[in-house]
């Protein structure tokens, strides 16, 4: 079965440069949400879409942004980099049968991607 | 937050013993979520509990869950050396995202 795609899976990039993380959620899902994992932490919630529109941020920096494409693929935009970036980037996705809204409530389980090791040097 | 702490941070057992994981969160909730999540992986759904269900099970696992007190609990019976990961319990609450909370390592020896 087709599975959350993210790429890069590996990524280093120097202080102050840009940064663009991808997800390909699992196919007919309308959920894509972007997590940040620190080591040793717990995931924190960046930002999420449904039917490509914003549906829900959490803790993302000003210095980010992201956004999700007609094709349901979603790009997390990271400038100006900081040391305390360098985390694992998680993207998941869910499907929500029925919502007529956007509300950014989550119907069950999200599946994720093996996600993006961001180092920033 | 909406979430509290998991207990224990870290559990040590041995393969065939039970392991028990606590979690605990602070605002209403919808539903309840476990994950496990192995070194450097993706997090994987383990099983979902809602605000009006007391007990699940899955396989070895069973989860509880205490709306009075907020808090749940996972319990991973017969472990195995394959279990060794980390679990995180998420919640949801309204129309939020899913908050995960900090998440007990568990290591599970042969």
Not at chain 1, 19 to 46: E, M, N, S
Request: overall charge neutral.
């Amino acid at each position: 079965a087709a599975g959350v795609i993210q790429s890069p899976r590996h990524l280093i990039k120097e202080k102050r440069e840009t940064a663009t993380l991808k997800c390909y959620p699992i196919p007919r899902h309308d959920t894509v949400y972007w997590y940040q994992q620190g080591p040793g932490q717990d995931p924190q919630f960046l930002i999420s879409f449904y039917e490509k529109m914003q549906s829900d941020k959490g803790s993302i920096p000003d210095r980010f942004s992201a956004q999700q494409f007609s094709d349901y693929h979603s790009e997390l935009n990271m400038s100006s980099l900081e040391l305390g970036d360098s985390a694992l980037y998680f993207c998941a996705s869910s499907f929500h049968p029925g919502q007529g809204e956007i509300t950014g409530g989550p119907a069950g389980e999200l599946f994720f991607g093996e996600g993006s090791r961001l180092t920033v040097l | 937050s909406q979430q509290g702490e998991e207990d224990p941070q870290a559990l040590s057992i041995q393969e065939g013993e039970n392991a028990t994981m606590n979690c605990s969160y602070k605002t209403s909730i919808n539903n309840l979520q476990w994950y496990r999540q192995n070194s450097g992986r993706g997090l994987v759904h383990l099983i979902l509990i809602r605000s009006n269900e007391r007990e699940k099970h899955s396989g070895r696992l069973r989860v509880t869950l205490d709306t009075s007190k907020k808090s749940s609990s996972l319990l991973i019976t017969a472990s195995r050396a394959a279990d060794t990961a980390s679990y995180f319990c998420a919640t949801d609450y309204g129309y939020s995202t899913l908050t995960f909370g900090k998440g007990t390592m568990l290591l599970v020896s042969p």
